[in-house]
């Protein structure tokens, strides 16, 4: 079968969940037992977002391959259970950066070059080049909102592509808001009308209307958004708001969505075998305890900076069978004096990863009260070299205990910027000069790591070789790792070489781990990480025996 195309754009506002639909069709048309391949497209000018604020984009997704992209790739692999890639993520910024050096390669002939057709020829490439494993369907999420200016070259190249591929291959389906309006108690279907006019005001018509609600869409509604907007009555369906974006898939179930374009698109007739997402939200909504997770950071007034790591802490709830509560610490606010006030009530301790110096005494005061007060802790990338740092000045004596990040010239550099290091990866020495935050600077993407016997890591992996992902400059200073080790800190996780520490814990504490990689990358609700389960687990038991 020719592989089909499902083009998913958004109206009236964003973060209205493009994403999430995305991935929940995605999800429902494999258990029809299709192969599905996913893509994003990004309309903003930034190459890739791995030099955002996370203020401004939320959490920067790491795939495999080492790419930095796009926070929506990450709800693409929890809930489609397969890898993305450098392909997987498109931005302006990438497009006219590849178009640009084709020109000054000399590429165009001397031709002039245009968004059209050369950066609209660019875009359908890349979208195109995501079908090239014989997938049945590839669904491509195109980033922001219909009627930005930014937007056009990307609605028009996927315009184009219908009479390229032919219209039995093209599917677009609209996301859009039908707000409720409280007072008159009433939805209004006018923005959704306003959004399908601009779409088809630039040559698409949808073939399917999602509208995102408050409340369920009553019939009257949805046989008025037909009418309007052009579209088959049964083609308009209610994305209704729910307790956990786990039930959108049962949700889009319900509504026909998936039956709708099998037909659409003319795809093998078969049901959806949904047992596992059923399995999967009777244990979300039957939790049978609860336990309270702190999450020291800096970036929590914006809950989409540490998305993936929410989600994974859920995923290892559900494992558990409990609920968890998640509490956000601003590690700017913590202080020797008040840490024991702000954290006494948790049952477990999460510092994640992050960059810059802001916040990070109130991380390190966070990891101490959690080291003392045996409170199950867990620390990722940044806040693993934060616990070396605690342990660095609070158990060895190295009072001015550092990383270089914050403290250049610190006389104990117990993280510090490696120049040289091999990559298995490439099986090549790899060298960092730090004058750049990109690049080469960087280790990005999955490594290899393996485990010592007889740790806390050894029993959550149950096994002695792994690969996780990564994005971090420094690393932990090998030169301190006899002096550590020997004041009780046990370095449980290394390359394969022993060049590079990738986790660290203590015997005798119900659960203190750090590692240097980002395990929330690799979970998924059907398939929790190894990490966060035990993790969750500890703080279980930490609540149990309050």
């Not at 009072?399 to 010239?409: G, H, I, L």
């Not at 992996?461 to 090998?478: D, V």
Request: one cysteine or more; charged letters at 30%.
């Amino acid at each position: 079968m020719k592989t089909k195309f499902i083009f998913i754009t958004g109206g009236v506002l964003s973060s209205l969940g493009k994403g999430l639909a995305a991935a929940s069709i995605g999800a429902l048309l494999q258990t029809r037992g299709l192969k599905v391949t996913i893509q994003k497209l990004d309309p903003y000018i930034n190459v890739d977002p791995g030099t955002m604020n996370p203020f401004q984009h939320g959490e920067v997704y790491v795939t495999e391959d080492g790419a930095e992209t796009d926070l929506d790739l990450g709800h693409y692999e929890r809930f489609l259970g397969i890898h993305m890639s450098q392909s997987s993520n498109y931005t302006s910024g990438k497009i006219y950066e590849t178009v640009i050096n084709k020109e000054r390669r000399g590429d165009y002939l001397g031709g002039t070059v245009q968004v059209i057709p050369h950066i609209t020829d660019e875009i359908k490439r890349c979208v195109l080049s995501v079908a090239k494993d014989d997938e049945d369907v590839a669904l491509i999420e195109i980033g922001g909102t219909v009627g930005d200016i930014e937007g056009l070259p990307f609605l028009e190249a996927i315009r184009q592509l219908k009479n390229d591929l032919g219209k039995e291959n093209v599917l677009y389906i609209h996301l859009t808001l039908v707000p409720y309006m409280r007072a008159a108690g009433e939805l209004k279907t006018k923005p959704t009308q306003h959004s399908v006019k601009e779409l088809r005001s630039i040559g698409i018509q949808p073939d399917i209307i999602l509208c995102r609600s408050e409340v369920p869409l009553p019939a009257d509604l949805r046989d008025k958004i037909a009418l309007f907007c052009d579209v088959d009555r049964d083609a308009v369906f209610s994305a209704v708001d729910v307790k956990s974006i786990y039930e959108v898939p049962m949700e889009f179930y319900r509504e026909g969505v998936d039956q709708k374009i099998a037909i659409l698109l003319k795809l093998p007739a078969k049901n959806a075998e949904l047992d596992s997402w059923k399995e999967l939200n009777r244990r979300i909504n039957n939790p049978k305890g609860r336990c309270r997770i702190g999450i020291v950071g800096k970036y929590v007034d914006l809950k989409e900076a540490y998305k993936s790591l929410h989600e994974a802490l859920i995923h290892g709830a559900v494992f558990n069978e409990v609920s968890v509560e998640l509490e956000y610490v601003n590690s700017e606010e913590i202080t020797p004096k008040n840490v024991e006030k702000r954290l006494k009530n948790l049952d477990g301790i999460l510092v994640p990863g992050g960059f810059g110096s802001r916040g990070i005494e109130g991380k390190i005061t966070s990891i101490k009260y959690a080291r003392e007060n045996k409170v199950p802790f867990f620390g990722i990338c940044l806040g693993m070299q934060c616990a070396v740092i605690e342990y660095a000045r609070n158990v060895l004596g190295l009072d001015k205990a550092n990383s270089q990040e914050f403290d250049e010239f610190t006389p104990d550099p117990v993280i510090y910027l490696m120049t040289e290091w091999y990559d298995f990866r490439t099986k090549k020495v790899e060298k960092r000069d730090g004058a750049s935050n990109k690049g080469g600077t960087m280790r990005l993407g999955s490594y290899p790591c393996k485990i010592v016997k007889e740790t806390k890591a050894m029993e959550a992996y149950g096994e002695s070789k792994i690969e996780e992902r990564h994005r971090h400059r420094y690393e932990f200073n090998k030169k301190y790792a006899e002096a550590l080790h020997k004041a009780g800190l046990v370095l449980s996780g290394t390359s394969p070489d022993e060049e590079l520490v990738e986790m660290v814990e203590l015997p005798g504490h119900p659960w203190f781990l750090g590692c240097q990689f980002h395990p929330e990358f690799k979970s998924n609700p059907m398939r929790p990480h190894p990490l966060f389960r035990e993790f969750i687990r500890a703080a279980t038991l930490q609540a149990k025996g309050r």
